[in-house]
């Protein structure tokens, strides 16, 4: 009875770890790696995790052995002398026993060493160079050019062609924070007043998810980004159109809503490329209309997300460095509406 | 007995901290929109106390103090915001330059909370902007409160011991030394 009810648990147990193994495609894992990066780090993943199932068994075996032996040896009289021969048999297991955990911890640390010599290896004399800075609780994210009227400036989302190698610059702005797209490559922690560079390739086209993987305060949880890896051609286009500054608004909605955000709040923190909007403490809304998310993330970039976001954003993300913003309904709307917009 | 009643006392002791440290994320505003006469035609308020009045201000409401000046947390968010609004452009790290020091005795527009409320809210002649409709009112108190700490008008409980913000230089201490090129 007893035992059938361990079997169970050990079956519920196993389906449920098996079940995180499946999956879409898209899923952030490090178990489908979509490039060399992740690729290695995922071989040396099943390497050490063979070896612990390995030895987890073997382990059991043992115990479950010497727990059967034991009750055999509790009939028999103590033996107050104990047998030479049999000790020099036990030492003898011991010490092979000992030899084989050494090779292969070993073998573990010399994976690992090379795993992370490759990660080191990727190099190229014309990649694209992207900078990525840490926020409580956003990513900023830079385009640099020479000239710097076309530097592109965004948020919480990276755009990278598929098949180029990628030069990650990285810093922080507040706190420590730890830059992790488990589909592309491992962690990398972001040190405030330090910077430091991460090369890395995807070679597959699709929309990544990447997270805060440093406790970073009170939102830490709700710090995500998208990586969009584009056909080479679908990137340059995309960033053509990033290096433009807002479109003008074309009907009087859409006045009104630029009227509302270059007089109101918003311009205490955001930037709007082409407006009197010029502050670099939020995220930067040049082309807030084409992103995935809003809010890190947090939510899909629509124009319901948008309005409740605006009016009351410690509602969805408490803690935030957004204040809440109460204004008519008519305004809301034509700053929503302004925003999907810029595109 | 007297240890209990002394352990007793500790921990009492360390509920005091509490208030210090209290963070509102959502801090009441104004819902009142423009076209607001402000008559009331019933005494009855849902969800606890009367709205605040068009016009009327958080430390109106609390009876004249600012509403942050007994908590540390609220100071801290003003000093960031005093960075982050360029307040220090102006009037630099209370020492004043451009605009008036802010970390001596003299008070030209007043040194109570509610003076230095409007005058960041209405603007002042000779050079201070009108921040109106530009900060929340709740951040504004937030600045109020920091900047009255600047003076040292507030508790030393809540006065900031340091900046949130992360250092924009290495110290003296770690700098290597350059070795200058004569010329």
């Known amino acids: ?343 | 007995m007297r240890v209990m009643a002394m352990i007793a006392a500790m921990a009492l002791l360390l509920f005091a901290a509490c208030e210090r440290e209290r963070r509102d994320f959502r801090t009441p505003t104004s819902a009142a929109s423009p076209g607001d006469t402000g008559v009331e035609q019933s005494p009855l308020h849902p969800g606890g106390g009367p709205p605040l009045k068009p016009g009327e201000s958080e430390s109106e409401a609390n009876g004249g103090a600012g509403p942050y000046e007994y908590n540390a947390y609220a100071v801290a968010e003003g000093q960031k915001l005093y960075m982050a609004f360029n307040c220090v452009g102006c009037h630099f790290h209370g020492g004043g330059g451009i605009g008036s020091p802010l970390m001596d005795a003299n008070w030209i527009y007043g040194s109570q909370p509610q003076n230095i409320h409007d005058t960041i809210v209405e603007g002042r002649p000779n050079g201070m902007p009108s921040f109106r409709g530009r900060i929340p009112d709740y951040q504004v108190w937030q600045i109020v409160a920091y900047v009255r700490s600047m003076s040292g008008q507030l508790p030393p409980t809540v006065r900031p011991g340091r900046s949130d913000n992360m250092n924009i230089k290495k110290p003296e201490q770690v700098i290597p030394s350059e070795h200058p090129q004569q010329r």
């Open chain 1, 1 to 343: 009875m007893r035992a059938s009810k361990y079997l169970r648990w050990g079956c519920f147990a196993a389906v449920a770890m098996l079940s995180a193994c499946g999956g879409r495609q898209n899923q952030q894992t490090m178990l489908h790696p979509v490039g060399p990066m992740s690729g290695r780090i995922e071989s040396l993943w099943w390497f050490i995790f063979v070896i612990a199932v390995a030895v987890f068994v073997i382990v059991w075996i043992f115990l479950a052995g010497a727990a059967a032996k034991r009750k055999v040896q509790e009939q028999l009289p103590p033996d107050v002398y104990p047998d030479p021969s049999y000790e020099q048999k036990l030492l003898r297991r011991v010490m092979v026993a000992t030899g084989i955990t050494v090779i292969v911890l070993f073998a573990i640390l010399g994976h690992s060493v090379i795993t992370s010599k490759y990660m080191n290896s990727l190099q190229s004399k014309n990649p694209v160079s992207i900078q990525v800075y840490g926020h409580q609780w956003w990513w900023e994210v830079q385009y640099p050019n020479p000239d710097v009227s076309q530097w592109v400036t965004t948020a919480n989302e990276i755009h990278v062609p598929v098949g180029v190698p990628v030069v990650l610059q990285t810093g922080s702005r507040d706190v420590i924070h730890s830059f992790w797209a488990p589909n592309i490559h491992g962690k990398r922690d972001l040190i405030p007043g330090q910077s430091s560079a991460l090369w890395f390739q995807v070679d597959k086209e699709g929309t990544y998810r990447g997270q805060c993987a440093e406790f970073c305060g009170h939102q830490h949880a709700h710090m995500a980004f998208y990586i969009v890896a584009e056909t080479p051609e679908k990137f340059q286009a995309w960033l053509e159109q990033q290096k433009k500054p807002a479109p003008e608004p074309s009907n009087d909605v859409l006045k009104h809503g630029k009227e509302v955000l270059e007089k109101g709040t918003c311009v205490m923190c955001h930037t709007v490329r082409g407006t009197n909007a010029g502050s670099r403490l939020g995220p930067d809304l040049t082309h807030v209309g084409s992103r995935l998310s809003i809010a890190a993330g947090t939510l899909p970039n629509n124009a319901g997300s948008l309005g409740g976001w605006i009016s009351d954003p410690q509602a969805i993300k408490p803690g935030v460095r957004m204040p809440p913003n109460p204004m008519s309904s008519e305004d809301l709307q034509a700053l929503v509406a302004y925003l999907q917009s810029l595109k």
